[in-house]
């Protein structure tokens, strides 16, 4: 596997987005192209409610977890982004224990195009509780568009190892993120160990098994593969794109155009 160009390749495709993807790929479809069209590597997470948080260890899919107080302090609608990120921080300050509140302060600071200071506060956030699942999401995303896959593998990988000391594993979700980190450090068999971790079927692990195996081989087992994840997840993009990919890689481009239409 060429790893810097998978890489690259999942890179650019999570940065466009499922819809500007999908359009990119139309205009490249209707071009004529079709030899180096990249797939879309994975979804986004939800993220938390701003009332209530979510447990430290909402990685863990062992067991319920219990419910927890919301935090001491409730996001207002303050009047821009640049508000809310300092509300988000005077009640991370308030309530040093609690991670949603840094958590919050990386989802503005990525939304204004700030993947430095996103990193900085979302660390923070991992920094309180390690095993909290939507910060761990959140940074493996930023890590994934930047490329530091290692980095990212060794804080996913330590989540882990937590959430399996207590019994169980991290959520569906962190395994697929954890497993196209390891597939664009060229590292297969440790992609493969994390999806076949992850238990039944989500849309994120399907999709994720599908842009792998179509970034090793567009062969017929990745076609299958991603044409199983859309007939699970049909109202995924990410799964419309990877059907889309699959389909012109089999010569049926009016499949290829219809998929990636529904997409957008």
Request: charged share 20%; glycine share 10%.
């Amino acid at each position: 596997m060429n790893t810097r160009r998978a890489g690259h390749t999942h890179r650019g495709a999570w940065r466009l987005g499922a819809r500007s993807f999908a359009a990119a790929a139309l205009l490249a479809l209707g071009a004529g192209g079709c030899g180096h069209l990249p797939f879309l590597a994975r979804s986004t997470p939800a993220p938390a409610p701003p009332a209530a948080r979510i447990p430290a260890r909402a990685g863990v899919t062992a067991k319920p977890a219990a419910a927890t107080p919301a935090p001491p302090a409730r996001a207002s609608r303050a009047a821009t982004p640049r508000d809310r990120i300092a509300e988000a921080r005077r009640n991370a300050a308030a309530a040093p224990a609690e991670p949603y509140w840094p958590y919050r302060a990386a989802e503005l600071y990525r939304s204004l195009g700030e993947p430095d200071s996103a990193l900085d506060a979302v660390r923070g956030a991992l920094a309180r509780a390690g095993g909290y699942a939507p910060a761990l999401a959140l940074f493996s995303k930023l890590e994934y568009d930047t490329g530091r896959h290692d980095d990212a593998i060794a804080v996913l990988e330590s989540a882990r190892m937590a959430a399996q000391r207590g019994g169980g594993d991290l959520a569906p979700e962190l395994l697929a993120g954890l497993a196209l980190h390891y597939a664009a450090a060229g590292r297969g068999a440790e992609a493969g160990e994390a999806l076949r971790a992850a238990p039944g079927s989500s849309r994120a692990v399907d999709a994720a098994a599908a842009a792998i195996a179509l970034g090793r081989s567009r062969d017929a087992e990745a076609v299958k593969l991603a044409e199983a994840a859309l007939d699970h997840h049909p109202q995924s993009a990410a799964c419309q794109n990877n059907a889309g990919i699959a389909r012109l890689t089999a010569g049926d481009v009016a499949g290829a155009r219809k998929a990636l239409l529904k997409a957008i």
